[in-house]
């Protein structure tokens, strides 16, 4: 069993029920964060599901230089801590930078260390010396065994509150795959699983100036790392993902979070009642 991290009102991990971490990719207004919030909010609550708010204040790792970046972290974390404020939810955002993870930790209930930078030392050591809660995105780079190092990393710092998150494996140029063998892999660190959907059908650089994907398939592979076996799920949401600012193809509509929910909460119960009681091993 995988630790349970407690994140406000929300637990992740320790055998508890499937979380969701859900939001916007990159904070685009801040009527546009409030809204989202609470409509994910309206919908963990009908669900009975924890939830944990997500939206980046900037987003470094764009594809191109023109592309939409966000408000920054001054004012993103501004945004962030009224939307905590408003609606009680815990909130997550990325940190890229060594500097920016003091600031951060002041608003942020859960820092997250974006795929890309998740074998940097020194921002792994900073963001578990800051005492909150890391999410590690595994890197598109990196098989799942070697995310064991990254962990180590945060944990040497006295902070064991760490979630690993799988977001697909490059495939080639131009596309990822989702091995569902990497959740097992993942479970091995102790530390909660999370199957980040949305960004395992992005398809990175394939619309030229921007990443591409396919959400048609997200409703899939959610269920499917449910089967498998995960502490939280992990989406990019959005109310007109064709107009979203960062990540739109592969973003799902806020009107079909319900839908796409409902069975892979079905599934997660089915799963964790089978690994409770060892029926699910081989």
């Known amino acids: 069993m995988t630790r349970a991290i407690r994140i406000r009102a929300a637990t992740v991990g320790g055998g508890h029920p499937l979380a969701l971490i859900a939001g916007p990719c990159v ?24 939830l944990v708010f997500k939206a980046s204040f900037d987003k470094a ?13 001054d004012e993103g974390l501004r945004i962030l801590a009224r939307v905590r404020e408003e609606t009680d939810l815990p909130v997550l955002s990325d940190v890229h930078e060594v500097s920016q993870v003091a600031a951060a930790a002041e608003v942020l209930d859960v820092l997250q260390v974006p795929a890309f930078l998740c074998r940097q030392t020194d921002l792994l050591l900073a963001a578990g010396a800051a005492g909150r809660p890391v999410n590690l995105k595994k890197g598109q780079f990196l ?13 040497s710092t006295g902070n064991d509150d760490v979630l690993v998150t799988e977001r697909g494996t490059s495939f080639g140029y131009g596309d990822l795959v989702a091995d569902l063998r990497g959740l097992a892999v993942l479970r091995e ?4 699983v999370v199957f980040d959907a949305t960004h395992a059908v992005q398809r990175p650089g394939a619309a030229g100036g921007a990443s ?16 498998a076996g995960i502490d939280a799920l992990f989406l990019e949401v959005h109310d007109d993902p064709d107009a979203a600012l960062s990540d739109g193809p592969n973003t799902l509509p806020l ?12 599934i997660d119960r089915i799963a964790r009642a089978a690994m409770a009681s060892g029926d699910a091993e081989a």
Do not use: M, Q, W, Y
């Open 255 to 266: 009107h079909r979070v319900e839908a796409v929910l409902r069975p892979v909460l079905d």
């Open 61 to 73: 790792n764009r594809t191109s230089l023109s592309s939409f970046r966000g408000p920054g972290l």
């Open 143 to 155: 098989a799942p065994g070697d995310v064991r190092h990254a962990v180590a990393k945060v944990r």
């Open 212 to 227: 591409g994907g396919e959400r048609r398939h997200v409703p899939a592979l959610a269920r499917a790392a449910a089967a």
């Open 189 to 192: 660190t102790g530390a909660p």
């Open 27 to 50: 904070i685009e207004s801040e009527e546009a964060c409030l809204r989202l919030a609470a409509g994910l909010a309206e919908i963990a609550g009908r669900l009975g599901a924890d």
